[in-house]
Nanobody, 121 residues
């Protein structure tokens, strides 16, 4: 049973940067495809970024709203996934979740508990 734990959230000013981490335990992250999602107050959870590779994030997908500002990466030696957030905007305020799945066609098998990101204007 893989457990995912996010960290790195907090309060940041608009235009600033933040790096989120997602540490995996109970399993090897190498076996999984990984992604980040977010949920703002009163809104549905939405996709943010996806790493379509088990070895590196050479192939990625991003939501249009974060493209060019956010970068997903992974360090399998540390069993950790990252989300580098640059040029953040108030609309990026949300709880951010990492997720992992075995197959690109499958639903996500594992989710973290989330980390709050608040961007002040």
């Amino acid at each position: 049973q893989v457990q995912l734990v996010e960290s790195g959230g907090g309060l940041v000013q608009a235009g600033g940067s933040l790096r989120l981490s997602c540490a995996a335990s109970g399993g090897t992250l190498t076996f999984y495809l990984v992604a980040w999602f977010r949920q703002a107050p009163g809104k549905d959870r939405e996709f943010v970024a996806y790493c379509n590779s088990r070895w590196s994030c050479s192939s990625t997908n991003y939501a249009e709203s974060v493209k060019g500002r956010f970068t997903i990466s992974r360090d399998n030696a540390k069993n950790t996934v990252y989300l580098q957030m640059n040029s953040v905007k108030p609309e990026d305020t949300a709880v951010y979740y990492c997720a992992a799945k075995m197959s690109s066609r499958a639903e996500y098998d594992y989710w973290g508990q989330g980390t709050q990101v608040t961007v002040s204007s």
